[in-house]
């Protein structure tokens, strides 16, 4: 079955060769793209959307989500709203509600904040375990994760439950947890800051981790300086999310993780993730997006969707505010929430024969995840802020 869609006013691929078409139109067979080209030389297809002058943008490739949860912490964002500080300690909260409820609940509420999401314009998303925290539920968020999401990431490593030792509960992470999680999980995180995980243990998460044969990816220096971002660099991790106090010498290894990619499948360095709506929710100095970038740093833009430092999945949000507060361009703010939350998934790249087409970008052969703005550019997201402005 195929589909032509046809009059987009403004096609943004987020493909190196292809730009950004004016008057174009795509055929989508199935779930590929199989044409692309000018509006006026379209071949024929089973159906037809005529497109009616709106931009269409790839889908929002998601990194950075946290949806495996129960329970609610509506209390703690007042407290911070009238001037506490975040710190991670909300985590347990959300640990007991998660621990009490159902599977059918969990999974329920999961879809729910996926199916928010789809509604946004997401159209490939990763989730993180990490309110389970003991080798039960852990398993079981990496279960039902795995059921609702693209891809999947560990993170047993979030926060040391109350009355354990930090030293027991890392080798449980490194040992017993990890293998209960590893049929369901592709990817692997630590949260490496202070009152999370020292530099210590989080290199002994990531170490076992990736000899599980798991990619890696972050958590790091949301909170404060410290070691994370360094340790992603090390460990080749796939990225490094947060990222809002970076030392000079971060930016460096940063870009210099980066300096032997040819854009290719060759060695890739390490993305970095910035989280404009947890910025703004947990009232943190907004991560150095601008700076990355004229560093050279690959960067991705995601909702780290979480009860706690960011309930919210709209990536148009975050991309919004990419552009009005952290001083990125449309285009560079679109393409971290696309391509760059693909690179980061190393989804960026892929076919047929692979079994996992592309995602991320417009281009004949990739995934058919298309967006449709109710406006004639991507522009409007940031000119017309906090509108629903996802027509399909
Ligand atoms: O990415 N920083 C750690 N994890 C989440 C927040 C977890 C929570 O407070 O529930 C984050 O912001």
Known sequence: MSE??????ELMTQDGELGTLRNAAVVLEGERIAWIGDAGNAPAADTATDAQGRAVLPGWVDSHTHLIFAGDRTAEFEARMAGESYSAGGIAV???ATRAASDYELTRMALGRVSEAASQGTTYLETKTGYGLDVEHEARSARIASTVADEVTYLGAHLVPAGMDAGAYTELVCGEMLGAVRPYVSWADVFCET??????QSRAVLTACREAGLGLRVHGNQLGPGAGTALAVEFGAASVDHVNFLADSDFDLLAQSWSGWDGGAGERGTVATVLPACDL??????APA???LDAGVQLAIA??????????????FCVTTAVLQMGLSVHEAVRA?????ALALGRETGTDEDGKRA??????????DLHMLNAPSATHLAYRPGMPLTHQ
């Open 94 to 96: 959300s640990m007991n």
């Open 195 to 200: 009152g999370a995980f020292t530099p210590e």
């Open 337 to 341: 929430a696309t391509w760059g939350g």
């Open 281 to 286: 929710s947990t009232r943190q100095p907004l």
């Open 359 to 368: 995602v991320g970008s417009i281009a004949v052969g990739h995934r058919a």
């Open 4 to 9: 032509l869609i046809t009059n987009i006013g």
């Open 303 to 316: 909702s780290n969707c979480n009860p706690g430092t960011s309930y919210t999945s709209s990536v148009a």
């Open 290 to 292: 601008r700076r990355l």
